[in-house]
């Protein structure tokens, strides 16, 4: 594992960090508990009550955690909160929020949320989007805006827009 707190640490390939925050972490594999880290790079992530900003990995495992950016592999989420992921496989969420999910392979959501919610096939139980783009959804989902919604939302919103920036310059004017 290869830190980065001012000044870098490395040792084997595996770490541990446990109620400590660290700037940079490389490992390949990490267990994080009751910490953090600013940036992970690592083939294996867990992760319990723990909290990270940036992370890229092949699979993360996170409990009761708070993660920014995450680009993996594979993700599993229980009791857990993403801002943003591009997942380039499956993604399971468990009584989890993401505010946006990208993945290529399938999501399955078990009373879990996304505000936005991209995948070819998507699987839900007592879930909830606001805007769900997928090929193929299966369960029982509550979804404000499906892809057509989503579409004419953008363009209103963006017309809306346009057209009180078009006002404001107008006004700048006089």
């Given amino acids: ?6 000044k870098s640490n490395q040792s084997a390939g ?12 490389i490992a390949s594999q990490l267990t994080i508990r009751q910490g953090g880290a600013k940036t992970i790079e690592a083939n294996d992530v867990t992760m319990r ?8 990995v092949e699979q993360v495992d996170a409990s009761g955690s708070a993660l920014g950016l ?8 229980d009791n857990s909160t993403i801002a943003g992921m591009y997942a380039k496989g499956g993604v399971t969420m468990d009584q989890s ?11 399955n959501m078990d009373q879990s949320a996304a505000v936005v919610l991209v995948s070819k096939e998507v699987k839900l139980k007592s879930s909830t989007t606001v805007f769900l783009f997928a ?21 209103v919103a963006g017309l809306v827009g346009g057209l009180l920036m078009l006002l404001s310059r107008i006004l700048r004017r006089k």
């Fill in 1 to 6: 594992m290869e830190t980065d707190q001012g």
């Fill in 49 to 56: 009550q723990a909290a990270a900003l940036r992370v890229n």
């Fill in 97 to 107: 929020l993401s505010n946006a999910l990208v993945a290529a392979g399938e999501v």
């Fill in 70 to 77: 995450v680009q993996a592999q594979t993700a599993r989420l």
């Fill in 135 to 155: 090929q193929h959804v299966e369960g029982d989902v509550t979804t404000l805006f499906k892809s057509q919604d989503a579409v004419i939302f953008g363009a």
């Fill in 14 to 25: 595996e770490g541990d960090i446990h109620q400590q925050f660290q700037n940079r972490v």
